[in-house]
């Protein structure tokens, strides 16, 4: 303010240096002698202000003195220490997890009460098919749809930490994964346990957990869809749109709508890329094999008495696949969607 003082043009009292210094260096709207007003200002001020020395050689004898930069962390270490903070977070949202397994215990005793103790009689065949079924979509569908509303802001932060070099998108990726995983692992066993006895399947060890290692596989495919699409989708709101979609066309060619034996060959591609058709054809082979079914005195004599539950297998088709060869495919799924989501994970990156 002391140099627009000595040259002519001081700050007003009670008025603000900024507005004042902008008042100064504003050029005028005429032109003329106003142009000329301006160019002699202009001048005085320059006369007046000190001129400002500046050393450009300033440090040019001076040793450069760098500051190292610290190396990251190895690439373990990274998914151990993600590993423990993905762990503390699950931790904090417990309310979900506890939420989920309600939710389950919830879902398992209304499906075994809405098909209690189907038993073994002919009225059992047109109640077990879908009561497997439904199990198999029930368990996919309430995963996805948690993974659908948090992991697009998850992505969010793990960008901005990223972007300053923290750790490695494959660390953050595997320590998810891992974590998320182990998570899940309680929902199955809860909704397993309640609902095979209360509907009645076949009560033998290995077909129990079977069924349960088909619900578990179920979820995780379901959830491994649901990053798919949050990965490439990258926000909420698309992800919402996209997802039903998906579901849909899993659930569509999931064999018991269109079964494998009445599938239209031009939908061979589409029922190959369900997840829902293996969990749901490998989960009733379990069953199916190996069951007997009862007949009552009317019903052999009218001739209408199925004995084995053998003969759905080979009538809708089932047998095309083994019980490995859903699991396999299940597997492949799996690994399939989480590889394409790291991809959507490590690359788009807006």
Known sequence: MHVYELAGKPCPVYTNPADHLLDVITPPKNSGEATAEERELDAKILEEQEPVHIDLNLGVNKRLQAV??????????????????????QYRKRNILIASIVQAIIMAILIGTAFIHIGTGQKSIVRREPVIFFCVINQGIFGALTVI??????????????ASGSYKASAYFIAKIIVETLVLIPIPIFFSCIVYFLVGLQPHVGKFFLFMFFMFLSILSATSLALMVSALCRTADLSVAVLPLALEITRLFGGYFLAPANLPKYFAWLDALSSVKYAYVGTSINEQ?????????????????????????????FNYIPIGGCIGALFAYIIFCRSVAFLGVRFLKS
């Open 289 to 317: 094999s190996g069951l007997t079914l009862t007949c009552t005195a009317a019903e052999k004599v009218n001739g209408t008495c199925i004995t084995s539950g053998e003969y759905f297998i080979h009538q809708y088709g």
């Open 149 to 162: 509303n948090t992991f697009p802001v998850e992505r969010a932060l793990t960008l901005r930490e990223r």
């Open 68 to 89: 190292p930069i610290p190396p990251g962390q190895p690439w373990l270490k990274q998914v151990q220490v993600l590993l423990r903070r993905t762990f503390k977070e």
